[in-house]
């Protein structure tokens, strides 16, 4: 097995134990809540790469081809402005960039939907919105 196949299968499993976990926590009420489980989202299937805090120095960060970006940046590097809908689609695979949905990773949004709890698309979109909206959370100024 290659290293990049290996890579996928640990995120993959990781997938499978998270979505075991947040199965049937219903549909967030407000935005505190939402973050919440964004931050648990984003720390089983984020964080290896991309780091507990979000700067990029993850566990496996140094075995990738590309290094993780500093996403609490996002905000410094699009000019003051948070943009939601562009970090979800790269989230969901939608937008490509480096290493994110391609051979080292998979696209989240194919990784949540063919979870073995049959997530719904509206489920998968609420899930990216929720790592999204934390993601929010960790921006620098």
Known sequence: M???TCMWAFAVAVSLLSATHLAGQGKASDTSLAVERGANSYRVHCAVCHGKTGT???PLADQLHFSPP???RLLVRNKGRFDAELIGRII???RPVKGHGGPEMPVWGDA??????GYSREAVREKIAQIVEYLQTLQKR
């Open 2 to 4: 290659t290293r990049r």
């Open 92 to 94: 969901d695979g939608r």
């Open 112 to 117: 949540f939907l063919d979870s073995r709890e």
């Open 70 to 72: 500093d996403l609490t």
């Open 56 to 58: 990029g120095d993850g």
